[in-house]
């Protein structure tokens, strides 16, 4: 999905102005990175609610419109007001299209009402992850990862490494690094664990 994000460069910088801006319904925003100094803008306040409600909006490349400039960015952070529903400030990375970003990716979850140890034991899929970060070209950034338990057995945990159909290019970062996280599991509740190991009152004894 493409998203384009028109901003006006901000000239005037400081608590009182950012508190005017906002009191006129912008946003004071920054952009950075790339090798080059970093920039003060201004967005539309209601134009920028909307987009952040879309899911797709904070694990995609950006396209920044400054004054009719436009540049790829990506969404490094969104500073909220403790109780109003107002965004105080947020801050673009610029993206360099020949060296790979780390960007948080949703998880979507698949197939969970079909997995053996929800159809045959009665167990209830619990997602202990609901987002991953990868690692990639800007090129290559999904917009989310979809996880298919459809084999996901009772008592089973998956891991990052179990998740199968990552798009080219695209590795998560904490395997790198070492480390297979959990994302599921396929837990069975303990009355309904107990009652199938227990064999049914009245049963015949096996024979010897």
């Given at each position: 999905m493409l998203f384009e994000v028109i901003a006006n460069a901000r000239q005037l910088q400081g608590t009182g102005a950012s508190r005017r801006l906002r009191n006129a319904g912008k946003v004071p925003a920054v952009v950075y990175g790339a090798d080059k100094p970093?920039?003060?803008?201004?967005?539309?306040?209601?134009a920028l609610v909307q987009q952040l409600r879309k899911e797709a909006f904070h694990a995609s490349i950006l396209t920044l419109n400054v004054d009719g400039t436009k540049e790829q960015v990506l969404l490094r952070d969104v500073q909220s007001h403790p109780w109003k529903k107002l965004i105080m400030h947020v801050d673009f990375l610029r993206v360099d299209p020949n060296k790979s970003v780390h960007m948080k990716v949703p998880l979507h979850f698949k197939n969970g009402e079909i997995a053996p140890g929800v159809k045959l034991s009665g167990g209830n899929i619990?997602?202990?992850l609901?987002?991953?970060e990868v690692m990639c070209l800007p090129k290559d950034l999904p917009e989310f990862i979809e996880v298919d338990l459809s084999?996901?057995?009772?008592?089973?945990?998956?891991?990052l490494s179990e998740v199968t159909g990552l798009p080219a290019g695209v590795e998560f970062l904490s395997l790198s690094r070492g480390a297979d996280q959990a994302i599921a599991a396929c837990v069975v509740p303990r009355g309904m664990a107990e009652e199938?190991?227990?064999?049914?009152e009245?049963?015949?004894p096996a024979a010897a």
């Open positions: 970093a920039a003060s803008v201004e967005l539309d306040h209601n619990t997602h202990i609901n987002e991953a084999s996901l057995v009772a008592g089973q945990t998956w891991h199938t190991a227990t064999p049914a009245g049963a015949a």
